[in-house]
């Protein structure tokens, strides 16, 4: 009876931690139990600022993430994979967006129209990439290398003695032309009085057409002296003058700003201000830049700092107790990181006492020895450097508020793990090794199961627990010192 009330205890827990697992895990991601989705990928010219993991969005919503970054053919390739209830058209497209002013990018799609629709392997086209600072920096100076060669010619031509000549020859030949108008009109002004006369009576016969158009000029110059009115009844300024008087302010303020631009430039140059310490003090540019590549540097090792997230509850079969532990892994590249762990053990923390006893009591040795073994239950953490080497993972540091080492070994694409750790030294009479097996059995999700305390038959124990692990990008906004976890190279 009792072993069947244990086998009860231990199919209520397993079912009451896969379903608490499940909903953490289809809160966490959308992915998580709806399906593993469908992966497409696109050709990059520039993946700057993309990492694995990072997330992808359509419309602002996040629907995926970046799977794969590769280098095929000199462009960048870009493998995403997409939740599967997202449908992609036959134009849909992918590009790059800019997330935050750290310099992170995310991957946005848009949907298209059309059939067939996108499933898993096709190739997605790429959004033509927006106009960059550096295109218009450059296109700025081509243009001001035109207005200088222009300025070149244009002083070349008339600053010299032969365009000063050249000047005076073409005035001398509009002289010359003026004098032939002027014996022209003579010569012919008998033509011209019988032209006027002609005039003259074409505009007594057109009088009426002509008062018309009279009358149209005069309503034309009534409505420009309206533009140009100083006020109407309504006291308002006429458009037109308004309009000179807004353009008359502008220069007005543009000469006080080039004024003001010419005194800067002045104390620059004399090397007065910061700026103009900075321009004339070569030291000052070095450290300037140092730190600018300083800040560059952080920014790149913050964007490409994984954060992974694990929840994991184990049972003791023979405590008949329950293990919880709270995980982060800070990791800079895939081959280390930072373990970070607190732990929650109904049995505690164990200590051991010796006290050496002399005694006169003729019913006892004269000298013996007494051990007093002392069980706590207190919280526990972990912090540990893990390297990782092929498919085998080396830690050492604190583990379970002890000095510990361990070793793990990764299979099957990293879905199969065997994890061994050595630890508790000074705290136990012998350390406390354990050994267990992981499997991801669903995308996220691991299901545990080894044995502790394997050297010390009164406190052996085995357990079977639930992990899920996953990647949380949010963390690093509130993880103040994430860029000083890449210094080591």
Do not use: C, W
């Given at each position: 009876m009792a072993k069947l009330t244990q086998a009860a205890k231990v199919g209520a827990f397993v079912i009451a931690m896969s379903g608490a697992s499940y909903f953490v895990y289809r809160t966490v991601s959308k992915e998580v139990g709806g399906g593993s989705g469908y992966v497409v990928h696109a050709y990059l010219v520039?993946?700057?600022?993309?990492?694995?993991?990072?997330?992808?969005?359509?419309?602002?919503?996040?629907?995926?993430?970046?799977?794969?970054?590769?280098?095929?053919?000199?462009?960048?390739?870009?493998?995403?994979?997409?939740?599967?209830?997202?449908?992609?058209?036959?134009?849909?497209?992918?590009?790059?967006?800019?997330?935050?002013?750290?310099?992170?990018?995310?991957?946005?799609?848009?949907?298209?129209?059309?059939?067939?629709?996108?499933?898993?392997?096709?190739?997605?086209?790429?959004?033509?990439?927006?106009?960059?600072?550096?295109?218009?920096?450059d296109q700025m100076g081509r243009i001001a290398d035109l207005v200088e060669k222009v300025a070149a010619q244009l002083a070349a031509t008339i600053g010299s003695d032969q365009g000063r000549e050249q000047m005076k020859t073409i005035l001398q030949n509009l002289t010359e032309a003026t004098e032939a108008i002027n014996l022209t009109v003579r010569e012919n002004r008998a033509a011209v009085k019988e032209t006027l006369t002609s005039i003259d009576a074409i505009t007594t016969r057109g009088q009426p057409e002509i008062a018309k158009i009279l009358e149209n000029v005069r309503i034309i110059t009534e409505d420009v002296r309206a533009l140009m009115a100083k006020g109407g009844a309504s006291g308002q300024t006429g458009e037109l003058r308004a309009t000179i008087e807004r353009l008359d302010r502008a220069s007005k303020s543009l000469e006080s700003t080039l004024e003001k631009t010419d005194v800067i430039a002045g104390r620059i140059e004399r090397g007065e201000g910061s700026l103009g310490k900075l321009s004339k003090d070569d030291a000052l540019v070095n450290e300037v830049q140092g730190v600018a590549e300083g800040v560059g540097d952080y920014v790149d090792r913050l964007q490409r700092l994984q954060t992974v997230m694990?929840?994991?509850?184990?049972?003791?079969?023979?405590?008949?107790?329950?293990?919880?532990?709270?995980?982060?892994?800070?990791?800079?590249?895939?081959?280390?990181?930072?373990?970070?762990?607190?732990?929650?053990?109904?049995?505690?923390?164990?200590?051991?006492?010796?006290?050496?006893?002399?005694?006169?009591?003729?019913?006892?040795?004269?000298?013996?020895?007494?051990?007093?073994?002392?069980?706590?239950?207190?919280?526990?953490?972990?912090?540990?450097?893990?390297?990782?080497?092929?498919?085998?993972?080396?830690?050492?540091?604190?583990?379970?508020?002890?000095?510990?080492?361990?070793?793990?070994?990764?299979?099957?694409?990293?879905?199969?793990e065997i994890i061994s750790d050595f630890f508790g030294f000074g705290e136990e009479i012998r350390p406390r090794y354990r050994v267990y097996i992981g499997y991801e059995f669903i995308k996220r999700l691991w299901l545990l199961g080894g044995v502790d305390h394997v050297f010390l038959t009164n406190r052996r124990d085995y357990f079977l627990g639930l992990q899920l692990r996953f990647t949380d990008d949010d963390l690093k906004t509130v993880l103040p010192f994430t860029g000083g976890a890449t210094t080591t190279r």
């Open positions: 520039d993946a700057t600022g993309l990492a694995p993991h990072s997330r992808v969005t359509m419309a602002g919503i996040p629907v995926g993430s970046i799977q794969k970054i590769s280098l095929e053919q000199g462009r960048a390739r870009v493998d995403v994979r997409v939740a599967g209830d997202v449908a992609l058209n036959q134009s849909a497209r992918l590009g790059v967006k800019s997330a935050s002013l750290l310099g992170e990018n995310i991957i946005v799609l848009t949907p298209g129209v059309g059939e067939p629709r996108k499933k898993d392997g096709d190739e997605i086209d790429v959004i033509p990439e927006g106009r960059t600072f550096d295109n218009l920096k694990g929840l994991r509850s184990d049972y003791n079969f023979l405590a008949n107790t329950i293990k919880s532990y709270v995980e982060l892994r800070l990791q800079p590249r895939e081959d280390k990181y930072y373990l970070i762990e607190l732990i929650n053990d109904p049995r505690g923390k164990t200590t051991f006492t010796q006290t050496d006893v002399d005694t006169t009591n003729p019913n006892d040795p004269a000298h013996y020895r007494t051990v007093t073994t002392t069980t706590t239950d207190a919280f526990r953490f972990s912090l540990q450097f893990a390297r990782r080497l092929g498919p085998v993972t080396g830690r050492f540091g604190i583990k379970e508020s002890t000095g510990g080492v361990g070793l793990d070994l990764h299979l099957l694409s990293n879905r199969f």
